[in-house]
C-alpha cells in the first residue's frame, strides 16, 4: 500500500498557453528546449530538494484557475501564465486566495519585448517574479517558492525568517 504524498511537500509547476509548444514556437524568443525537458528539469531539481513537483499545463484560462485553486495547502507553485498575465484578472484572483507562495516565471526579457507585455496584472500577488533568464528560470522560481514557504513556516511557527 502506498501513502498519500505530503501535500505541504509538493509544488505545482503550471504553464500557460502555448507553452506546450515549446521548443518549437519562436526558437529565437524561447530556446529550443520543449516543456517535457523544462518540466523533468523541475521535477529533478525538485527531487534533490526534498519536494515533489506536479506539472501540468493549459491553454484554458479556466483550468488554470482550478489548477491553482488545488494547490492549497501545498509548499507553493511556479507559474509560467504566459499571455494571461498581462490581463487575467481571474488568475491574478486566484493567486491572491490560494495562500500559498506563486512565483511568477517568463522565458523572455518581457521588458525587452512588446510594450503590452510589459505589464502583468498577475505578479503584484505573486511571491517572486522571474524573468529573462531563459528555461533556467524555472528552477530559480522553484527555489524561490521554497524559500518562501520557508518564510511563511518561520512567521506562523513564530520563529525568525532570514
Given at each position: 500500500m502506498t501513502s498519500m504524498p505530503d501535500r505541504s511537500r509538493t509544488v505545482?509547476?503550471?504553464n500557460g498557453p502555448n507553452l506546450n509548444l515549446l521548443g518549437t514556437r519562436d526558437p529565437a524568443q524561447y530556446?529550443?528546449?520543449t516543456l517535457e525537458e523544462v518540466e523533468r528539469r523541475v521535477t529533478d531539481l525538485g527531487g534533490e530538494l526534498g519536494v515533489r513537483v506536479v506539472c501540468a499545463q493549459s491553454n484554458s484560462e479556466g483550468e488554470m484557475v482550478d489548477r491553482i485553486h488545488g494547490a492549497r495547502g501545498w509548499a507553493g507553485v511556479v507559474?509560467?501564465?504566459g499571455a494571461y498575465a498581462h490581463y487575467s484578472i481571474a488568475l491574478r484572483d486566484a493567486i491572491e486566495a490560494v495562500e500559498v507562495p506563486v512565483v511568477e516565471?517568463?522565458?523572455s526579457n518581457v521588458y525587452a519585448r512588446e510594450r503590452f507585455r510589459h505589464t502583468s496584472v498577475t505578479a503584484p500577488v505573486a511571491a517572486g517574479y522571474v524573468a529573462g533568464c531563459g528555461v533556467f528560470g524555472y528552477e530559480l522560481a522553484l527555489r524561490a517558492?521554497?524559500?518562501r514557504d520557508a518564510e511563511r513556516e518561520e512567521v506562523s511557527d513564530g520563529t525568525r525568517a532570514g
Open positions: 505545482l509547476l503550471l530556446g529550443t528546449t507559474l509560467n501564465p516565471v517568463h522565458i517558492v521554497l524559500r
